[in-house]
């Protein structure tokens, strides 16, 4: 009697013990890109072989190929339906004709509901070249502006693929180039969509995420507060912790309109002034620090370590917000839904 009563209680506190460590894995269940990891990342884009990828250049193909890789290597979908990565577009300016590329990929959603929705993560990959008479550098390396930001894409990517995460609606990934010439790479997307726009749900933008010294560590922005509520559907995350989401920031509501977001958010504009188009916003971590679009907007000056964290509950909000049920509505009556 006794060996049977000590036979189960080792069955129960092994049930127990193996219960335990499944609720503290499902707490963790992302498998975090680390501070080495975006470095390494960073350093490579924002290097001065790379030579400040301006819109046009060999350096731009280089970068777009190597993002295409990554997306490949984490598991991540190509979304054109000849199963490349790569969609090509060119843009007249200055008296040249310029040929670019977006890079574009998916995570499938897998709630039947909600698959046929799109949530989409973008970020720019292009900067501005090099500064001529600058000195003693002319590049301007582009690191916060905006490797951080492509590289938190790819980080993305890589977490939840290799956490085996489940995201409701199909997470779609966009890597433009062109913002820095007046956001040609996501107009040019927005206005050839191989999707159809009215199932977009959201548009998660990245920018300038490499530094913490402005807002403190753990401390992000979001432009578009104004514009719709999806400030206060992300703020709602449960999965936040120390992380958050700061909306005291002034020149926030101007930066709405200064990035890639706002080619979702302007799909179209009718006769009476009211835009159509998809709820969006960019989260970010500094505003117009003097570094940018000079030579001195280098990886050396990242918070990496915070970057990671900052990556890490990314991570886990997208997928959260992917599974969302709540409508995203416009609170800015200059913008509405598409119909």
């Known amino acids: 009697m006794i060996k049977i009563r000590i036979s189960i209680l080792y069955q129960v506190v092994m049930i127990s013990f193996f219960l335990i460590l499944s609720i503290l894995s499902f707490g963790q269940d992302i498998m975090k890109v680390s501070p080495e990891e975006l470095k390494t990342w960073i350093s490579f884009l924002s290097s001065d072989q790379m030579r400040g990828r301006s819109n046009g250049s060999p350096e731009m193909k280089i970068a777009a190929a190597w993002i295409a890789d990554k997306f490949k290597e984490y598991g991540v979908k190509p979304l054109l339906p000849d199963g490349n990565y790569l969609q090509n577009y060119s843009y007249s300016g200055r008296g040249r004709t310029v040929l670019e590329r977006n890079v574009l990929g998916i995570i499938p959603g897998e709630d039947p509901l909600l698959k046929d929705q799109y949530l989409f993560i973008t970020a720019h990959f292009d900067h501005i070249g090099i500064r001529k008479g600058a000195t003693p550098d002319s590049i301007c390396n582009g690191a916060d502006d905006n490797a951080a930001g492509t590289c938190t894409l790819i980080a993305l990517a890589k977490e939840i693929s290799e956490s085996g995460l489940k995201p409701g609606r199909t997470l779609v990934f966009a890597a433009f180039s062109g913002e820095e010439s007046g956001a040609r790479g996501s107009r040019f997307f927005t206005a050839n969509s191989p999707l159809p726009v009215n199932r977009i749900y959201a548009d998660i933008n990245f920018e300038m995420i490499g530094h913490s010294e402005s807002y403190g560590k753990n ?105 969302n049920q709540t409508e995203i509505v416009w609170t800015d009556p200059k913008f509405a839904r598409p119909k």
């Open 219 to 323: 401390n992000y922005y979001m432009t578009g507060c104004k514009q719709s509520n999806l400030d206060d559907l992300v703020r709602s995350f449960p999965g936040a912790g120390e992380i958050s989401l700061i909306d005291t920031i002034k020149i926030a509501d101007q930066l709405f309109y200064q990035s890639d977001n706002i080619s979702f958010s302007r799909l179209s504009v009718s006769k009476d002034g009211i835009t159509i188009g998809i709820p969006s916003g960019t989260f970010a971590t500094t505003t117009m620090s003097p570094y940018i679009h000079t030579p001195q907007d280098e990886a050396k000056l990242f918070d990496f370590e915070n970057m990671a964290e900052l990556t890490d509950y990314f991570s886990r909000m997208v997928v959260w917000l992917s599974k």
